[in-house]
């Protein structure tokens, strides 16, 4: 059974850090595509940052949407079957619920932080940015 299990969620101040986890059961992130997403209240969900398929055109590469665009780090250690979001210089329009999704495909490319394809998704871990 395929899980995906989002952490590192919570209260930060503008111009904060956190370090969001998601960790994959059931199957490996190996080779295939992964993003992060985000759903703010009354927003629809959007792609801020993925890591393509090691085997896509894109070889691998992480792609951000130019919101978060040198604030955040997209990672991935597949010792662990892990990905990260470390997000830095956090923004109260940064507030959203946050979760990981993975495109099981060879092939999965990115477009502006968005991973193609995306079939399987964790529950999310809420961020709230506020002083």
């Known amino acids: 059974q395929v899980q995906l299990v989002e952490s590192g969620g919570g209260l930060a101040q503008p111009g904060g850090s956190l370090r969001l986890s998601c960790a994959a059961s059931g199957f490996r992130f190996g080779s295939y595509g992964v993003g992060w997403f985000r759903q703010a209240p009354g927003k629809e969900r959007e792609g801020i940052a993925c890591?393509?398929?090691?085997?896509?055109?894109?070889?691998?590469?992480?792609n951000y949407a130019d919101s978060v665009q040198g604030r955040f780090t997209i990672s991935k250690d597949n010792e662990k079957n892990t990905v990260y979001l470390e997000m830095n210089s956090l923004k109260p329009e940064d507030t959203a619920n946050y979760s990981c999704?993975?495109?099981?495909?060879?092939?999965?490319?990115?477009?502006?932080?968005?991973?193609?394809?995306?079939?399987?998704w964790g529950q999310g871990t809420q961020v709230t940015v506020s002083s």
């Open positions: 999704g993975v495109a099981p495909s060879p092939a999965a490319f990115c477009i502006k932080g968005f991973i193609v394809g995306a079939q399987y």
């Open positions: 890591i393509s398929a090691q085997d896509s055109a894109q070889d691998g590469a992480t």
